[in-house]
């Protein structure tokens, strides 16, 4: 079967062929590391993984009128635009979404054994073709399809758009993760893509409530992903309510909904702290040096450190990591700490007898209030005035989700830009998935291009004045185009 094409119509190709990508996430390998890396995990004390996040959304600000301005990356406008805030470092990040294509192949043609996994937004990748950033894609696409260093770089699934889980609609949640494969499939190929195993949540964010936490982890199943990042603060043990234990082995993320139907899926648990700090200068690996095995499923297993961090921002990312990396490449090779990719891990971990169900439970945050009082299957009237119930008893009780950090709502005070983003979901709704307009028609693709590039978080987190006003003009033009075009 042909490659996707990575533009149709100017647009990046970001739906119409789900069938092709259905048959490449069916027909894929049961393993892809373990087998080419070997590593000898029997005599390892321990392991770290490090992923590094990249994202720029994509913004009216191309012209001096808000209503007319072409839709072009922040990069673009940090570019042409350097006398601004911190439009100074565009440079820098440009580098940055760049250097871990280089700094992999310098490591192994040394002889060492790096790892990373890499994260890239749907709109960072469309915003970098735009302004003739080839050499950013050609650079990652050789680690990624190379043989020689594509077992040293393992991609995770993202959002399309950035879109935070928690407060984006199920149905379009669920947009944004096809959108993404489809488009990462377009640019690296659907052998690639088959490789793809683990989600990174926009912001962390884990939805908290029942039923969308149900939705979201049977969104990233039927997708085919088989583990998640989880943030630690988000999740809570089943009986009794509190934090995770074990923070460095697997676990297995249970999320039950209003109806008693139940899913689950592994979580690779990413522990709280500074984050670009944290991974700039390598700190999973100190970390995991002082740890030694330890006993999961009736076996010995080395337990690894995870870290995620944004791999652009901040000065101490930006000058300290390359530095670090190359030397915990260079000190972990052959060592009783290696660095490993998630899925490698996990791959090693089945191969030594582990099963999936020896990985400890854990629920999202608040549940165990809600599981108190509300029996699986009595729906979701019932569940609703539950919620209600605890809300009022207890100030910090929510079903906002849990993110990075607990310090921002992704819904309260930004109704003036959720009211348009709701607008534009449910004109979507009605205008294009009921009526069964299929994705393959140009205006199917055009108005979800829109609809996905209006729900980036960014919208919500940098609070209010020119980024609401950013986030209401795309989704005039999606209302616009769905008005108008269907």
């Known amino acids: 079967m042909a490659e996707l094409a990575e533009y149709v119509e100017g647009l990046p190709n970001i739906c119409g062929q789900e069938a092709e990508i259905k048959e490449t996430l069916q027909n894929r390998a049961s393993t892809i590391y373990a087998h080419e890396t070997h590593i000898p995990f029997d005599r390892i004390n321990s392991a770290c993984a490090i992923a590094l996040h990249m994202h720029q959304p994509l913004i009216p600000a191309g012209g001096w009128d808000l209503p007319t301005a072409a839709i072009i990356s922040n ?33 192994i043609h040394e002889g060492k054994q790096p790892r990373v996994m890499l994260e890239y937004s749907g709109t960072l990748f469309h915003g970098l073709r735009k302004m003739g950033l080839h050499d950013v894609i050609d650079t990652l696409k050789n680690i990624t399809c190379n043989h020689q260093y594509r077992h040293a770089v393992e991609w995770l699934g993202a959002p399309w758009g950035h879109a935070v889980a928690p407060s984006t609609p199920a149905q379009d949640f669920r947009l944004h993760v096809m959108a993404w494969q489809h488009h990462f499939a377009a640019i690296f190929g659907k052998e690639a893509l088959s490789r793809v195993r683990g989600f990174s949540p926009s912001e962390m964010a884990l939805p908290n409530h029942p039923d969308v936490a149900y939705e979201y982890i049977k969104t990233l199943r039927d997708c085919g992903y088989s583990w ?36 689950d899926i ?53 000058n300290e990591f390359p530095g670090k990396f190359f030397d915990v490449s260079r000190e972990s090779t052959g060592s009783n700490t290696p660095m490993l990719n998630v899925t490698e891990y996990l791959e090693y971990l089945f191969g030594s007898g582990v099963k999936e169900s020896d990985f400890p439970i854990i629920q999202p945050i608040h549940q165990k209030a ?31 989700g849990g993110s990075w950090t607990n310090d921002i709502s992704w819904v309260r005070g930004y109704e003036n830009v959720l009211g348009p983003m709701e607008e534009a979901s ?61």
């Open 426 to 486: 449910s004109l979507f709704h009605e205008k294009v998935l009921k009526p069964g307009i299929p994705p393959s028609d140009p205006r199917y693709r055009n108005a979800l291009f829109h609809l996905m590039t209006a729900q980036t978080s960014c919208y919500r987190y940098w609070g209010q004045g020119q980024w609401t006003d950013y986030g209401r003009e795309i989704c005039r033009r999606a209302v616009d185009i769905l008005q108008h075009d269907f």
């Open 75 to 107: 990069l673009q406008y940090m570019m042409e635009n350097q006398g601004i805030g911190d439009n100074h470092n565009a440079g820098g990040f440009h580098w940055c979404y760049k250097r871990i294509g280089e700094f992999v192949p310098q490591m």
């Open 228 to 263: 998640v990042l989880i943030q630690e603060h988000t999740v809570e043990q089943p009986e009794t309510g509190h934090g995770i234990e074990k923070k460095h082995l697997p676990h297995r993320l249970v999320c039950q909904n209003s109806a008693g139907e139940s899913i």
């Open 370 to 400: 809600i599981w108190t009082r509300f029996k699986a299957g009595d729906g979701p009237e019932k569940l609703a005035k539950v919620i209600e119930e605890l809300r009022k008893e207890d100030h910090r009780f929510h079903m906002e």
């Open 266 to 318: 592994i979580a690779i648990i990413k522990t709280q702290g500074s984050d670009t700090k944290l991974v700039a200068q390598m700190q999973p690996y100190y970390e995991a040096k002082s740890l030694t095995r330890w006993e999961l499923g009736g076996k010995s297993v080395p337990p690894l450190v995870t870290q995620i961090a944004d791999g652009e921002n901040g000065g101490v990312m930006m």
